[in-house]
């Protein structure tokens, strides 16, 4: 089996990458807006235009916004496997496989609490989501 | 009282449309156009304007011999088609150009080509597919979760989609899938990604189709029943990160698109005869429906299940048996467009008797873009 893809990081990514080699979800936050996060990163606000903002960290908590069971191959990942679409607590949605977790509806639930834990790939750590450990969030 | 001033007056599809292995991508767009240049008795020294998506429109003009003054390369995936009927309709009123050849080809199937026509996107390369959702069945249905949950649509409403697009391509000689289907076939087709299952993920063909546009004035001209514009259509973009959509039960780019040529058409719902809305995959008619305010937000796949979509129902949408049945190339748009042509000229396999409107609606990526138009076979309103 192939590896799984690791990501083709660009200078305004960078600091994402190298937060989750350290075992940090970090996001972007814009001054002006009040300190709001957003998602993926990029060195300006994409609500208000701002340059003046921040990297913070994120808590790492998410709900399970949505997701599929996916049958088809992917490089590295034996189907079938979650692809979930998270809500962290800070407000964004990102892309997550969800960990420790059998792929059945079942086990999916929806909203349900999530937890952020690193995948490492060869020289890089991505970021993934588990079922939170004790329940409620 | 306003006129038409654009029209559509050429108008064909592939000589063969599903596996065409003998033809190249280019071949396909070039086969198109020679159809529909013949249909209203034109070559290529009498188009001034090209333009299309998903491929080099440079290479377009130089294969077919064009000497253009306007071009247009729009390229958001599979509504580009759409798109450009607006960006055409705009340069022939500006006098940038007076006649238009918008082509589509696409060697989905056999795989004929170059390049893959949508380009990659560098985020969505970096924080989405990195985690697996790699080809459209993975990534369009990624929202459709959250709207079962907040708006009450269930995976038999979806089933219904594909069964009753199926019973539309049962009156089209050309259409790939025509034997009729139940929620239960459906519901037993393979699992491709949960919820989704094969029915209700589109075909992958090749083929290709074009249309010609010149003012309204110069349409009383040519040899076929001209097809006018209605208004300015409607455009609109999100962005190719799905995970990014605003909101995962309703398309910002379906609202902003639709309320637009709704608007500029100067019409109501009810003055729609006739619809097409680009399905990919079976939730996109949902979407569809409702966010260009057909019905409420949460009652589009009870809308399709009671029938009102079906042969002899109230709206007559994707008549022609859509992506699910009657072919996807991968940019499915210009095959919306070539059906809704049909209905306008009073020649479809599945006529609808008396259609005088027809909204076109499509989406490019996986609800990345958005385009819509209205056709209509009035000169005046």
Redesign the interface.
């Known amino acids: 089996m192939s590896e ?7 200078p305004e ?1 960078r600091f994402y990458w190298d937060g989750a080699k350290a075992g940090k979800l970090l996001l972007n936050a814009c001054t002006p807006c009040g300190g709001k996060a957003y ?2 990163p990029r060195p300006f606000c994409p609500t208000c235009g701002s340059r003046d903002v921040t990297v913070t960290e994120a808590s790492g908590r998410g709900t399970l ?8 191959p ?1 490089p590295g ?1 034996e189907p ?2 979650t ?1 979930a ?1 998270v809500m962290l607590e800070e407000g964004v ?5 969800i960990l420790d977790c059998p792929a059945e ?1 079942e086990a999916l639930i ?2 349900m609490p999530l937890e952020v834990t690193f995948e490492q790939r060869g020289d890089v750590a ?1 970021p993934q989501f588990r079922p939170a450990k004790g329940g409620a969030a | 009282m306003s006129r038409a001033e654009i029209a559509i007056v050429g108008a064909a599809e592939t000589t063969q449309l599903g596996k065409v292995p003998e033809l190249s991508q280019t071949g396909l767009h070039a086969d198109a156009a020679l159809n529909a240049m013949a249909d209203c008795g034109l070559t290529p020294a009498d188009i001034d304007g090209v333009a299309t998506g998903g491929h080099d429109v440079a290479e377009i003009i130089q294969y077919l011999g064009i000497t253009p003054t306007w071009y247009d390369g729009t390229s958001v995936g599979g509504c580009s088609f759409i798109t450009l009927v607006r960006h055409a309709a705009a340069a022939i009123q500006q006098g940038l150009c007076t006649t238009v050849l918008i082509t589509h080809g696409e060697s989905g199937r056999s795989n004929n080509r170059s390049h893959r026509p949508i380009f990659p996107s560098m985020q969505q390369q970096e924080f989405e597919s990195i985690y697996g959702p790699l080809v459209p069945p993975s990534r369009f249905t990624l929202p459709v979760m959250r709207k079962m949950k907040d708006d009450g649509l269930t995976e038999e409403q979806l089933a219904m989609v594909a069964v009753v697009q199926r019973e539309w391509a049962g009156f089209h000689p050309r259409a790939t899938m025509r034997d009729p289907i139940t929620v239960d076939d459906v519901l037993s087709s393979k699992m491709i990604a949960y919820p989704f299952r094969l029915m209700m993920c589109c075909l992958v063909s090749d083929g290709g189709g074009a249309l010609i546009l010149t003012s309204a004035e110069r349409a009383k001209d040519f040899p076929t029943k001209p097809v006018y514009l209605r208004g300015t259509g409607g455009e609109s973009a999100e962005g190719p990160m799905i995970s990014q959509m605003e909101s995962f039960s309703s398309s910002k780019a379906f609202r902003v698109s639709g309320k637009a040529a709704f608007d500029s058409a100067g019409i109501t719902h009810a003055d729609v005869d006739h619809l097409m809305i680009y399905d990919a995959f079976a939730h996109l008619p949902v979407y569809g429906l409702e966010d260009l305010g057909f019905v409420g937000r949460g009652e589009g796949g009870a809308f399709i299940a009671e029938g009102n979509t079906r042969p002899g129902g109230k709206l007559p949408l994707n008549t022609n048996g859509g992506g699910l049945s009657y072919m996807h190339s991968g940019m499915y748009g210009m095959y919306a467009l070539q059906e809704a042509v049909r209905q306008m000229r009073g020649t479809s396999p599945a006529q609808v008797e008396g259609a005088k409107l027809s909204v076109v609606h499509g989406v490019g990526g996986m609800f990345s873009a958005a385009a819509t138009v209205v056709m209509t076979t009035e000169d005046a309103w």
Do not use: C, E, G
Request: charge should be positive; glycine fraction near 0%.
């Open positions: 799984r893809q690791t990501p083709t990081i660009y990514t998602f993926p916004h949505s997701y599929i069971i996916n049958h088809l992917a990942y079938p496997f692809v679409v949605k990102m892309v997550s496989n509806p929806l909203d991505v």
